[in-house]
Nanobody
């Protein structure tokens, strides 16, 4: 069973930055897999905001392009989400998840697993 633990959330003012981390427990490495960051705001559906495949190729939702950066440290089994120029509309619970595929393009939320408890990000205006 995949277990991922997110951390790094908090409360910031608009324009601020946060760096989220997602650590995978257990002996299985993450290096061969697509990793995704998702978020869910109150009353809204969960949406994917960023992903990174096993080769390091990244994809972003239009709403976060140019502001968020996803990266991975396979040796630490950790994926990061650097969030800059935060906006109130970025307020949400943020989750990371792992896909059993090395590529990310075309993957749906159902293709991901290992959902953790998430980490709350609150951006005030």
């Amino acid at each position: 069973q995949v277990q991922l633990v997110e951390s790094g959330g908090g409360s910031v003012q608009a324009g601020g930055s946060l760096r989220l981390s997602c650590v995978k427990s257990g002996v299985t490495a993450i290096s061969s897999y697509c990793m995704g960051w998702f978020r869910q705001a109150p009353g809204k559906e969960r949406e994917q905001v960023a992903s990174i495949n096993s080769e390091g190729t990244t994809n972003y939702a239009d709403s976060v392009k140019g502001r968020f950066t996803v990266s991975r440290d396979n040796a630490k089994k950790t994926v990061y989400l650097q969030m800059n120029s935060l906006k109130p509309e970025d307020t949400a619970m943020y989750y990371c998840a792992l896909s059993g595929k090395w590529w990310c393009n075309g993957l749906r939320e159902l293709d991901f697993s290992g959902w953790g408890q998430g980490t709350q990000v609150t951006v005030s205006s």
